[in-house]
């Protein structure tokens, strides 16, 4: 999804030049990199909200259940 969002972005902020010089320039890696960066980003973050939700919500470490309930 986020690749072919920074495709479109990258296909319509382009000057319209030829592929291979698209390819030769930064703009075309920092594009692909950013869009990795961006999807492991947001993996990592649905994990550790999952990861402290449980923590949260465990026996354990719940002084929220402990003094309000």
Do not use: C, D, G, R
């Not at 319509?12 to 291979?20: D, V």
């Not at 692909?32 to 026996?59: D, P, T």
């Amino acid at each position: 999804m986020f690749i072919k969002l920074y495709k479109l972005i990258a296909y319509y902020k382009a000057p319209k030049i030829n592929f291979l010089i698209l390819t030769k320039s930064y703009f075309f890696y920092f594009h692909i990199v950013l869009s990795f960066y961006l999807k492991f980003a947001i993996k990592k973050a649905q994990y550790n909200i999952e990861l402290l939700k449980n923590i949260y919500l465990s026996n354990e470490y719940s002084w929220y259940h402990k003094e309000y309930k």
